[in-house]
């Protein structure tokens, strides 16, 4: 209203009677007079300012002399108005500030001396001026202006309360009765305060609680829960932290909820919890019926009272909330990560702690202990939800059931299985299916019923850090006799170990002159072209080779299981790039053979290409030989070629024996005793596999055919190659001297005609054409020699490169092959490479020194 303008006094009344209604209660009237005559003796409280300056400065005038009065009490009390000035700042304008402000600062300061009239407000058990603002603030409001909106004050307690069109608004519509007026029974209050904790505690709303549904959390209610002091509404709230602990745990069993565990082991655990739960509810039902009994009963000696409540729900809150703790950490997890997160607070330092997880756990492998026993004992399973550490693969070929049928699924392995026990109980269901369908075996499992007792009665000996209890006693025993059942099957039946002799001998050619018998008789077949070959026409020469190296007990059963292999071929390939052996066997042992047949191929094919080029070389010098008697006209012509030719011949045989040597020997005839001591001491067939897998690494790597040595075979196939170029030249050379040696004869025979005929001697044009076929000769005898020191050069610098990679190698076999290989130093002195000290002689000979030294 403007300054001319008289003030409406009825309206004023009415609103402060709804003031003194809502502030004072019962004593509204007695308050209402003193206000009035207040208002009387002081008209300026209600007058309004006309500039936003002037509003300003009676404003800082108002606040400042209230915080005066304020600090002659207390400095607390300054703290809280200054809260409640804050907020009423942010709330509403200047203009309405200043009215509020000076009205009740002129209320607080009659409150001295109208004690004794009543004007005291008590509304939360604090008198003075800190009271009367925190009601005040508390529950009224004042209209912006602005079209008759409302407005929202929010008090410290964080409640609002809605205003409507007018200076002061009216709450009585919007607020119940009941918490108009407080309740003047302590008790009264109290029971009704235990009643909302029950409440609470069963994530239900109450009268002074107020529950958030999303986070499930409890806050007071803005209305009633004004009515508490400080004291009852803190522990209200800390007791209903049991509620917000209980609505936590209860989402985990609500299976329309996000937080629901699935699968078998989450069932056993949901189960654990509800009956968690269901103790729980018992305890809340004891204490809702003490409850109804004090009601009935009244006053008594004995009543139930918030701080007894807390003490009764201690233990229930903190087993709710280690319940919701575990619970979360099991969040999105099945089958062995279940078990798994539960099991890291088995060790936990608390007793009750400890109680709990194990309860769970317990209850949540209940899957496990099911799935246990049918694998262990019937090599099934049973896991329609894939939460079994051991998972079962379709569409495996008959020749991979035991190596990939199988196997651990790493991520569902709880953690109190070790990887050693783990795997152990994969090998007996695997013993268990390969015996029944491999092996057609079908005699029970050791010690079942045993085996399935302890897992009923003590599964729980899983989770325990001893690996001496009377379950994994057990699981040991049971792993080694059925793993021992497999292998008497695999080695005496059906004779495993003969037939990886007969591997080692025919494949790796470790029998006598088998490969050498073999070369010899398949020489003019596999010189032809590949597609041109047929195995059947090869067979037979086998099969001969084999009766001339093996004995008569052992050839039958070789013959059967022994069979030739073509690769497949490429345009222009010979007999000699398809050519390979295999090696074929029938029941169980499949399982060992089948999946390692290209691995023996490989092998097979670099071992036969040493072993040809062995050969050829043994032609080369047999020839060479041969042709120092057959070619004695013409030795002083080509006595310098057969020279360099010797001298190539024996380094290159040199180098082949040795690698041959190396080879046969120190490769594969080590490895093949080192594979036969350990399959005499193996438990199980996954044993026997290990050894013989690295049985054949070694074999990989000791002769050049695994990726870590793929330089060295590099190197060898320039070597071979050297060998190719001097077989080759070697026939063009013999070719070129047969001719010069038929027409020597031819001339010698036209001589020995023409005497014959009178004629005595040959004409000049017989004898200009000799002469020309001499020249010939010897221009083509300059270009074999250069040839030949073409390839001798070629084939020197191949062995130097392959010496570096040996003598640089850190395997020390190799590093000892390089030395055998240049035992004269000759390559050595000529590569510069091999005097570096990176080299093993040189290693060696620092090593010496500084040992020498010491």
């Known amino acids: 209203m403007s300054r001319n303008q008289q003030p409406n006094f009825p309206v004023i009344y009415e609103l402060l009677k709804q003031l003194c209604q809502n502030l004072a209660g019962n004593r509204s009237q007695d308050v209402l007079k003193e206000v009035t005559r207040l208002i009387a003796n002081k008209p300026n409280s209600i007058a309004c300012h006309s500039t936003t300056t002037s509003v300003a400065a009676n404003e800082s005038t108002i606040v400042a002399r209230i915080n005066r009065l304020l600090a002659a009490r207390s400095q607390a009390s300054v703290n809280v108005f200054n809260g409640f000035y804050e907020e009423l700042v942010s709330t509403t304008d200047s203009k309405q500030r200043t009215p509020i402000l000076e009205f009740l600062f002129h209320l607080a300061d009659s409150d001295k001396s109208a004690s004794a009239s009543g004007l005291q407000v008590d509304l939360r058990n604090d008198v003075g001026f800190a009271g009367t603002l925190d009601s005040a603030f508390s529950k009224l409001s004042v209209d912006s202006g602005i079209s008759g909106s409302q407005r929202l004050v929010k008090s410290r307690s964080g409640g609002t309360v809605s205003g409507s069109t007018g200076s002061l608004c009216d709450t009585k519509a919007l607020v119940p009765d009941d918490a108009q007026l407080p309740i003047a029974d302590p008790n009264e209050l109290e029971d009704l305060l235990i009643q909302d904790v029950i409440y609470a505690c069963t994530g239900i709303e109450g009268k002074y609680l107020r529950k958030n549904f999303v986070t499930g959390e409890f806050k007071l209610d803005h209305i009633h829960g004004r009515n ?12 209903a932290e049991v509620g917000y602990f209980y609505n936590k745990v209860c989402r985990f069993t609500n299976p329309k909820s996000d937080s629901y565990l699935m699968g078998n082991f989450g069932q056993g655990y949901i189960t654990a919890l509800e009956k968690e739960l269901t103790n729980y ?18 006053d008594g000696a004995e009543r139930m009272t918030l701080i007894r409540t807390m003490v009764w729900l201690v233990e229930p809150m903190e087993r709710l909330q280690w319940l919701a703790v575990i619970s979360e950490a099991c969040r999105e997890a099945k089958g062995g990560a279940l078990a798994s997160a539960i099991h890291k607070f088995i060790w936990h330092g608390d007793p009750m702690v400890r109680t709990i997880s194990r309860e769970l756990l317990l209850s949540a492998c209940i899957p496990l202990q099911q799935m246990l026993t049918q694998w262990l004992t019937d090599g099934k399973i049973v896991d329609p939800h894939c939460e079994f550490f051991i998972e079962e693969l379709t569409d495996v070929g008959y020749n991979r059931l035991w190596h990939d049928e199988f196997r651990l699924r790493s991520s569902m392995v709880p953690s109190f299985i070790p990887n050693t026990l783990a795997k152990q109980i994969l090998v007996i269901g695997k013993s268990i299916n390969f015996l029944r369908e491999i092996c057609k075996d079908r005699v029970p499992v050791p010690e079942r019923t045993d085996l399935k007792k302890c897992l009923d009665e003590h599964l729980d000996y899983l989770y325990s850090p001893h690996n001496n209890t009377e379950l994994h006693v057990l699981i040991d025993s049971v792993y080694l006799k059925t793993s021992k059942r497999v292998l008497d099957i695999v080695l005496g039946p059906h004779q495993l170990f003969t037939h990886l002799k007969a591997v080692r001998d025919y494949l790796l050619l470790g029998q006598g002159n088998f490969a050498d018998v073999l070369m010899e008789n398949l020489k003019e077949e596999l010189d032809r072209p590949a597609k041109d070959i047929y195995q059947q026409e090869l067979f037979s020469i ?58 023996y191929r490989a092998l097979f094919k670099q071992l036969w290409n040493m072993k040809r080029f062995e050969f050829i070389m043994y032609g080369i010098w047999r020839n060479h030989m041969l042709s120092t008697r057959c070619y004695k006209p013409i030795a002083n012509d080509i006595s310098v070629i057969k020279q360099h030719l010797q001298t190539y011949c024996s380094k290159m045989i040199n180098i082949i024996s040795q690698m041959q040597y190396y080879i046969l020997y120190e490769v594969i005839e080590c490895s093949w005793e080192q594979f ?5 001491q193996v438990k199980a067939l996954d044993d026997v596999l290990e050894a013989h897998d690295k049985f054949l690494e070694r074999i ?24 190719r170029k001097l077989d080759e030249w070697q026939m063009n050379f013999y070719k070129l001297c047969n001719r010069e040696m038929d027409a020597r004869k031819a001339f010698e025979d036209y001589i020995k005609s023409s005497e014959a005929k009178g004629t005595y001697g040959v004409n000049a044009e017989r004898a200009l054409e000799r002469d020309e076929e001499l020249q010939d ?26 010496l570096y990679q040996l003598a ?14 240049d035992y004269n130093e000759y390559y050595k002195h000529r590569d510069e490479r091999l005097s570096v000290p990176l080299t093993f002689q040189h290693m060696r000979k620092s090593m010496a020194n500084n040992f020498g030294r010491k």
């Open 228 to 239: 508490l002091n400080a004291c009852d509404a803190g522990m209200l709230l800390r007791l």
């Open 281 to 298: 509810y018992g305890l809340i039902a004891n204490l809702q019926e003490n409850l109804d009994r004090q009601r009935q009963a009244g």
């Open 542 to 599: 086998v099969a001969a080779a084999v009766r001339k190296s093996a004995d008569e007990q052992e050839e039958p059963a070789v013959l059967n299981n022994l069979d030739v292999h073509f690769l497949s071929p490429c345009e222009g390939d010979n007999g000699w790039d398809v050519f390979c052996l295999t090696y074929k066997v029938q029941g169980p042992l499949v399982t060992i053979f089948q999946p390692v047949q290209c691995t």
């Open 676 to 680: 036969s001591a350990r399959v005499k």
């Open 700 to 723: 990989r790597t000791g002769i050049f055919v695994d990726k870590s040595t793929h330089l060295f075979n590099s190197c060898l196939e320039q070597i071979f190659t050297s060998v």
């Open 777 to 802: 000769f010897e221009t083509k005898l300059m270009q074999c020699q250069k040839a030949l020191i073409a390839i001798g050069v070629e084939y020197e610098n191949s062995v130097g490169h392959l």
């Open 808 to 821: 640089t190698s850190p395997i020390e076999s190799l590093t000892q092959l390089c030395m055998r290989l």
